[in-house]
C-alpha cells in the first residue's frame, strides 16, 4: 500500500551533475526518515544519505560536500543533489523510508525499486 517510487537517474560523465527524486505514497500516518542507499556492482548496499523526521541529516563520507538531501515533509518527497560526480558513484540508487501507516503503530523500514546511476569517466 505504501510506495517509494525513485526517478533522476541515468548517465553523467565525471564532474557533472544529477538530481534523484523519490516520492511516497499510499496510506502514511508519518515519516520517521528518508534517505538514499546504493549498491554497485559486487559490493555491499551502503548508505549514502539519511535525513532524520528532526532535520539531521547524516553522509558517507565518500560523498560528504559532493552530495546533498533535502526532504520536502509536506509532499513525503527526499531529494539526492549528486554534484560533483565521479566514476565510483555509479551503482543503483534505492530510495529508504521509514514510514508508519495509517492505524499502525511502528514504522518500518520500506524502499524504492531502485534507479540506475552511471558516471562514465
Known amino acids: 500500500q505504501v510506495q517509494l517510487v525513485e526517478s533522476g537517474g541515468g548517465l553523467a560523465q565525471a564532474g557533472e551533475s544529477l538530481r534523484l527524486s523519490c516520492a511516497a505514497s499510499g496510506s502514511i500516518y508519518s515519516i520517521n526518515a528518508m534517505g538514499w542507499y546504493r549498491q554497485a556492482p559486487g559490493k555491499q548496499r551502503e548508505l549514502v544519505a539519511i535525513?532524520?523526521?528532526?532535520?539531521?541529516?547524516n553522509y558517507s563520507g565518500s560523498v560528504k560536500g559532493r552530495f546533498t538531501i533535502s526532504r520536502d515533509n509536506a509532499k513525503n518527497t527526499v531529494f539526492l543533489q549528486m554534484n560533483s560526480l565521479k566514476p565510483e558513484d555509479t551503482a543503483v540508487y534505492y530510495c529508504?523510508?521509514?514510514?508508519?501507516?495509517?492505524?499502525?503503530?511502528?514504522?518500518?523500514?520500506?524502499w524504492g525499486q531502485g534507479t540506475q546511476v552511471t558516471v562514465s569517466s
Open positions: 535525513i532524520g523526521g528532526s532535520g539531521t541529516t
Open positions: 529508504y523510508g521509514a514510514i508508519r501507516e495509517r492505524f499502525t503503530t511502528v514504522a518500518l523500514d520500506r
